[in-house]
């Protein structure tokens, strides 16, 4: 067996607990004095992300998100690699100009197809394309692909690989710290090891075993243990690489901690149900100098205008697109009225901007 090359030189015991957080391709030097650095000279491309979310993070969801943070990179839902090849690439992959930094998330194992569909990721012009390999469902097993995937690191290799040559675009896999009762730290760095060795530089590491059998996939999202050092033992052990952490993540000061250990951070379910988290991540985590005068009502004004313009252009229904900002005012007084007019199908012959004023007039 060849051993990957970023196993060969493991950091000692008692070394630095990481280096400097960074980007693909910027300076190795370790901090002086075993300082810990919490601030990249420069802040990787995925310091920031939100989650792909299978039936929530389309393009409606993304385009919400993006009137909050400019600079935080999205991911699609996971979509299969049949679905691009076969099907309605258009209905699939289209997304809206202003969703830049946006990556395609794709499901699916037969490295011929995943190297077809990172050319047509490309040709949309997407920004990176990323491999699942971490949904635990019954469905994305029966495919062959998600977090099964684990189990076989030579097949995600030469996925990767296939990508990597069809396209150019960065190529990234998101992926569990292990699977079914498989604990071991060396299971998931071997797995890391391989894939790396096809060339493979970002991996997204969500911080919980997947169980493949016994647990739904919502309960695959609570019920396995958050183990955050196994992700933080990667990227001591693969200074290299950009590791991203995700899972269980629900404020910004965590969200700082985690910085502390790793590359950058991805935020799920939070940054949907509690979409105001975000509000002053480009000033807080990206730099921006000038502070935030975002508000809400101007958030869901501009909201209120895309609604009405892609009634008018595509004929979707505004409650489609609405569902993803009713946890816009979460935690202020009459944020639960507010919900109710924006979830109200009764409402759905009025135009976005009758019912927002009604939903003003609730609060």
Known sequence: MRWPTAWRSRPEPGSPLRS????????????RDNARVTEPISPSPWRLSVAPMLDWTDKHCRTFHRKITRHTRLYTEMV????ILHGDQERHLAFNADEHPVALQLGGSDPADL?????VAERFGYDEV???CG????????GAFGACLMAEAPLVADGVKAMRDACSLPVTVKHRIGIDRIERYEFVRDFVGTVADAGCEVFIVHARNAWLQGLSPKENRDIPPLRYELVYQLKREFPHLTIVINGGIKTNAEIETHLQHVDGVMVG????HNPWLMHDWDQRFWGET????????AVEAEMVAYMAQQMQTAAVP????ARHMLGLRHGLAGARRWRQVWSDHKLKALSPLEVSRLAAQAQ
């Open 290 to 297: 000038e502070p935030s005068a975002l508000t809400r009502e």
């Open 130 to 132: 990323n491999l699942n």
């Open 80 to 83: 299969n690699s049949g679905a």
């Open 115 to 119: 190297g077809a569909c990172a050319r």
């Open 20 to 31: 400097p957080p960074r980007g693909v391709g910027s300076s190795n030097e370790a901090p």
């Open 135 to 142: 949904c635990p469902s019954e469905r994305v097993q029966k």
């Open 269 to 272: 379910r939070e940054a949907y």
């Open 318 to 321: 505004w409650a489609h697109m």
